[in-house]
């Protein structure tokens, strides 16, 4: 009968080792993927993320690549790209002139977007779009 007591802990002590591990593992990549959340959007201080601006050139046509969730900077205003969904092209357009941390929800249609669009007085034509990057032809004015 003593014999039987002795082995009943090494179960109890690899199932709590088990439990202990999985949640850790769990913890840490559950805090990892908010970081990187909150780094794309602007950091943890509520910091505007705004990517570089396209090279300054002499060209009127700039090609641009917006990536999903980053502030851009063009001309007058400021745009985020949020993706696809129904066939619609999905910015959010900061007017810098009127308000800047207000942003204009604009839903394109792609094919529309493909002949040219403007936002806020900034000309675009759309070169492809999909889930995570749209290319844009950026009609600047000089």
Do not use: C
């Amino acid at each position: 009968m003593n014999d039987e007591r002795k082995h009943k802990w090494l179960p109890v002590l690899f199932f709590m080792l088990t439990g202990v591990v999985i949640g850790a593992s769990i913890y840490l990549i559950a805090a990892s993927a908010v970081e990187s959340e909150a780094r794309a959007h602007g950091g943890q201080n509520g910091a505007r993320t705004i990517a570089a601006s396209p090279p300054a050139t002499d060209e009127p046509r700039v090609r641009v690549v917006l990536r999903r969730d980053v502030r851009n900077s063009f001309g007058k205003v400021d745009v985020v790209y949020r993706g696809m969904k129904n066939g619609q092209i999905r910015l959010d357009v900061f007017i810098r002139d009127l308000d800047p941390d207000y942003p204009y929800r604009r839903e394109i249609d792609y094919r529309a977007a493909k002949g040219g669009f403007r936002l806020g007085g900034v000309r675009f034509d759309l070169i492809s779009a999909g889930r995570t990057k749209a290319r844009m032809l950026w009609h600047r004015q000089l």
